[in-house]
Each structure stands twice: as structure tokens, then as C-alpha cells.
């Protein structure tokens, strides 16, 4: 590997061995444009198959660039960036990254907010809202999915894109999941308690999942609420597929024996296994808001609903759409076959103390879902 490095580099170039398999150059006067063609020779050089021994050896590699002054003027600092660019590049796929401040899980920045989560999970400052679902031929409300908000004092209410990634790379997100499981089975144990019989959707992160602790955490909140199992549902992202590990599995595995339900959201989105999603104990697919919303006006969308509703009914699932905004689409889904829905045309989502009233009604008077004000 230092051959290669050292014969595909110009002779002003610097080439160090770190230690182990890590490598670094320094590319005096280079522009970033030029730092990243150089990178992708580079690549190129040392991944091209190796004979050792009679045997060929394939050779795969991944660069971070740290570019100064902007990343950094002193040694070590351009060394610590285009090191965390370089594992960015190995989550990625994408061979070669840049740094990039927004994305260091070891930034000031991302450390104090880290900081501030972890104080506003202990400190009440979470709140978790939730949004309706409904059988689409009946409009029966079924259940209703928990969304977490986070009100802070200072920034007011902080998107949850902005704070969810933030906890799933810094392992904070098991803590995160228990606080909103444990919120949204003790509403739902209180909506039992007054007749509304719903099921309740909670999200969690393939880390959740990876972790090992997830199936003992729900069990506790569901006998802790006295919640039958069958009344809690666990929404996981298509792309925790491409993640799956042994350890994934089994705790879904282990969820499904429990009796809670699994389902797979933002479905189209990722490129999942349709081996690993019938061996997998999964129920339900939730077709992503973005096939949804084009519905009615792009007919290559509504191909790709058709064919995830027939795909699902030769699997024996449910198919529920997201992101549902107007009468429009409600029909052509519930003409497509679809079971459920959940979107603004049904209702936004809501604290409990809002969405209470508007159950209560609804199971009384049966309406026709409305538009609800914006």
C-alpha cells in the first residue's frame, strides 16, 4: 500500500503510515477540487486487486480530506478532521468525504446540544404528540402514532430531524425510546380506561433494536400499564433492514413472540431485502408520504402503490399510507386496495389533551374525516 500511495502522489506530496492500516498525506497548496481528484486516483490505485502468494486479494478503502484553513490550521487539528471525514466515508459508502462540522459527532456544537438532550430527556422538556389512523373503507380510527417533540426553552420546538440523528449516533437513543414508549403506553392505558380500544404506534432506531435491551423495556411498560401486548406497535425504517445484525433480529423476534406487532415505515424509500422481509416478523408497511402525496398526479406513483398493496397482500400484511392530504387521495387509496391511512386530511398531530376530545367525538358521531385547520 505505500508503494502505491507514494507512486500515484506528485513529488511535492508528503506520505505517512499512521500505524496499522491507516495512511496520511499532506497536499501542500491544493484547492478542495483538486484534494478530491487526487483522493479518488488515490483510491483507485490502492484498490486495485492484489496477488499475494498466488492468492488475489481484493482491496477496499475509504479517505477522509480536511482542507486548511477552514478544517483546521494546526497539525493535529487537519489530522482529527479528515480522520472523523474518513469514518463519515465508511458510514457512507461514498469512498471519499470531507469534513464536515455538522456532521462531527465530536463538534462543540453537537456536544452541547448532546448535552442539552440528555437534560431534556430527565427534565420533562420531551413532549410526544400523536397522529391518528384510520381504516380507510370504514374511516374507523384504529390507532394513532407517538411523535416526539422536543420544547426547548431557548430554540423553541426543535425539529425531531434535528435531534433524532443526533441521539442515534451518540447511543443516546435508547434512553430517547424509553422515554416515549414509556409516555405513549401510559396514554394509551388512559385512553383504554375510557373506552377508546386503539393501538399504538411508537418508532424506534435499528440501534434500539441492536441493542439487546429493547424487548425487556417494553415488557416492563406494558405490564407496568397493564397494556395487552397486541395494543402496542413498533414502527422500524426500511433502511434498518440494510442494517440488520443477528442481535436486530432476534429482538424483533423476540417483540414479535410478546404479541406486539411490527411494522415497516418509509417503505420505497431504501433498497430492502425481499428475502429478509419475509423471514422477518414484520405485519405491516407503511408506504412513504413521498409516493403519497404524487398520488393523484403522477401515475408511475400510483403504479408503485398498487404494486406494494398486492406485494403486501401475498405476504399477508396491512398496508397503511402516510402523509394523506386530501379527499383525492383517500379514494384512490381505498380504491388501490390499501387498509389504513394517517395524514392532515384525517388529523395533524396532537397532545393527548387535544386529540382526546376529537377521539371521543369522532367514535360517537362517525363522521366523514374533514380537513382539519391548518
Not at 464536515?100 to 446540544?113: C, E, H, K, V
Not at 422515554?179 to 385512553?191: F, G, I, M, N, T
Not at 403504479?303 to 401475498?314: E, P, T
Request: proline fraction near 5%; include cysteine; charged fraction near 25%.
Amino acid at each position: 500500500m505505500a508503494t502505491r500511495l507514494t507512486s500515484a502522489s506528485r513529488p511535492d506530496d508528503t506520505v505517512a503510515r499512521l500505524g496499522g492500516d491507516e495512511f496520511a498525506l499532506l497536499l501542500p497548496g491544493t484547492d478542495r477540487r483538486t484534494a478530491q481528484e487526487i483522493a479518488r486516483r488515490l483510491l483507485d490505485e490502492v484498490c486495485a486487486p492484489l496477488l499475494l502468494e498466488g492468492l488475489l486479494v481484493d482491496v477496499g478503502a475509504s479517505a477522509g480530506v480536511a482542507v486548511a484553513p477552514e478544517d483546521g490550521t494546526d497539525l493535529d487539528g487537519l489530522l482529527q478532521h479528515a480522520d472523523v471525514a474518513m469514518y463519515l466515508a465508511k458510514e457512507t459508502g461514498g469512498g471519499v468525504e470531507f469534513y464536515d462540522a455538522s456532521r462531527d459527532r465530536n463538534s462543540t456544537s453537537r456536544l452541547g446540544m448532546l448535552g442539552e438532550l440528555r437534560r431534556a430527556i430527565e427534565g420533562g422538556e420531551l413532549e410526544v404528540h400523536y397522529q391518528p389512523k384510520a381504516h380507510l373503507r370504514t374511516e374507523v380510527v384504529e390507532g394513532v402514532e407517538a411523535l416526539v417533540r422536543w420544547r426547548h426553552p431557548e430554540r423553541g420546538l426543535v425539529p425531531p430531524d434535528d435531534f433524532i440523528p443526533l441521539a442515534e449516533g451518540s447511543g443516546l437513543i435508547e434512553a430517547l425510546t424509553a422515554h416515549v414508549l414509556e409516555a405513549a403506553v401510559a396514554q394509551l392505558a388512559s385512553w383504554h380506561s375510557v373506552g377508546l380500544d386503539l393501538q399504538m404506534a411508537v418508532n424506534v432506531s435499528v440501534r434500539d433494536l441492536a441493542g439487546g435491551r429493547l424487548p425487556d423495556v417494553v415488557a416492563s411498560a406494558l405490564v407496568r400499564h397493564a397494556v395487552p401486548a397486541g395494543c402496542l406497535q413498533l414502527e422500524v425504517t426500511e433502511g434498518s433492514l440494510l442494517a440488520e445484525s443477528p442481535s436486530s433480529a432476534e429482538a424483533m423476534r423476540e417483540l414479535d413472540a410478546l404479541g406486539v406487532t411490527l411494522s415497516l415505515d418509509d417503505f420505497g424509500t431504501g433498497w430492502s431485502s425481499l428475502g429478509r422481509l419475509r423471514s422477518l416478523p414484520v405485519r405491516e408497511i407503511k408506504i412513504d408520504r413521498s409516493f403519497v402525496q404524487r398520488l393523484a398526479i403522477d401515475p408511475r406513483d400510483r403504479a408503485i402503490v398498487r404494486s406494494v398493496v398486492d406485494l403486501a397482500g401475498g405476504l399477508g400484511m396491512r398496508v397503511v399510507a402516510e402523509g394523506v392530504e386530501d379527499a383525492r387521495t383517500w379514494e384512490q387509496l381505498r380504491d388501490l386496495g390499501c387498509d389504513g391511512a394517517q395524514g392532515w386530511f384525517l388529523s395533524p398531530a396532537r397532545p393527548a389533551h387535544e386529540l382526546t376530545p376529537w377521539l371521543l367525538a369522532r367514535r360517537e358521531a362517525a363522521v366523514e374525516p374533514v380537513v382539519p385547520e391548518r
